[in-house]
């Protein structure tokens, strides 16, 4: 598995996470595929609800709605 860590350059906080990611992320280990199940209003679904990406999407461009 390769696994990219980005940052920006004044991002305090990328070392820690690549810190973080050297201590759990061994070359030997297995890998195992798996879908990533969201809650939802509707109970437990493959993909988030058109509200829920709206909402994210709102907070990661820092408009509140």
């Known amino acids: 598995m390769d696994i990219a860590l980005l940052y920006f350059d004044d991002c305090p906080n990328w070392k820690i996470a690549d810190e973080r990611l050297a201590a759990i992320a061994d070359p030997d280990a297995g890998v195992g595929l798996s879908c990533?199940?969201?809650?939802?209003?509707?109970?437990?679904?493959?993909a988030?609800?058109?509200?829920?990406?709206?909402?994210?999407?709102?907070?990661?461009?820092?408009?509140?709605?």
């Not at 990533?36 to 493959?46: I, K």
């Not at 988030?48 to 709605?65: F, I, N, Y």
Request: no cysteine.
């Open 36 to 46: 990533r199940v969201y809650r939802t209003h509707e109970g437990p679904a493959g």
């Open 48 to 65: 988030p609800s058109v509200e829920q990406l709206r909402e994210a999407l709102a907070v990661g461009d820092g408009t509140v709605r």
